[in-house]
């Protein structure tokens, strides 16, 4: 009955509706064996405000929950994991690789890399969608996918390819860090004092990250 009622309505027909999560190594944690969660149009993408498939599961032995935040598509556009941001053939942040392709006059090869605002409108952000689709399926978009001899030269040479499974561990637990914490070793969080409670990376914007803009990288 769901699934006929959706299909009735126009705006409905575009939310995403995928089976796999596109998501890098890291993002997927050290163990071999995945178990995730699928929520059909559990969420608006963070990007594109389109609802989508939202997977979620433990990012290996030592890992914190983990869950997609934007879109396959607007993942696939910018050839990024959709938990983390990242590119996915350098494993380089988006405002890193823009650079360097824009630096090496190849800006053109990083789709959508000069941040656009997304129409607030219905029929403007539909619209919107619709020509972003058609450039994933004409191949237009996919972020680095063609890029000339120097720009992928300076890329492989900054490429962090191999896994960092650091970036899943559990966040700091605020009440440890206030001296509150009446967990012990059943707590969820890690206990360990923040280095800089200024630290610019503990405050992440995910449209900062797609768009590489105001980035702190």
């Known amino acids: 009955m769901a699934t006929s009622c959706i299909k009735k309505d126009d705006n409905k027909q575009k939310w995403e509706d ?31 405000a389109v ?4 997977f979620a599961w433990q990012a290996g032995t030592r890992g914190r929950l983990k869950k997609v935040e934007i879109c396959r598509s607007c993942a696939t556009s910018k050839n990024v994991c959709q938990v983390c941001i990242y590119d996915l ?18 800006a053109g090869g990083a789709p959508g890399s ?9 029929p403007n952000r539909a619209w919107y969608n619709a020509s972003r689709d058609r450039a994933i399926e004409a191949g ?35 009440f440890y860090a206030r001296g509150e914490c009446n967990r ?8 360990v004092m923040p280095r800089d409670r200024d630290d610019p990376l503990a405050k992440q914007n995910t449209k900062d990250r797609f768009y590489g803009s105001h980035h702190p990288v």
Not at 184 to 191: A, K, L, N
Request: proline letters at 10%.
């Open 18 to 48: 995928t089976e796999f999560p596109l998501v890098c190594e890291t993002c997927l944690g050290d163990s071999p064996y995945v178990r995730m969660t699928k929520l059909p149009h559990g969420k608006p993408c963070a990007v594109c």
């Open 184 to 191: 012990g070793t059943t707590c969820p969080f890690r206990h």
């Open 140 to 174: 237009r978009a996919g972020g680095t996918g063609m890029v000339n001899e120097e720009a992928d030269r300076k890329l492989r040479a900054m490429a962090r390819m191999e896994p960092r499974y650091e970036r899943n561990l559990p966040k700091i637990c605020s």
């Open 114 to 122: 000069t941040e656009l605002a997304i129409p607030q409108s219905d």
């Open 51 to 54: 609802p989508f498939t939202v």
């Open 89 to 106: 053939q350098y494993g380089l942040p988006v405002q890193v690789r823009d650079k360097v392709l824009a630096e090496c006059g190849d």
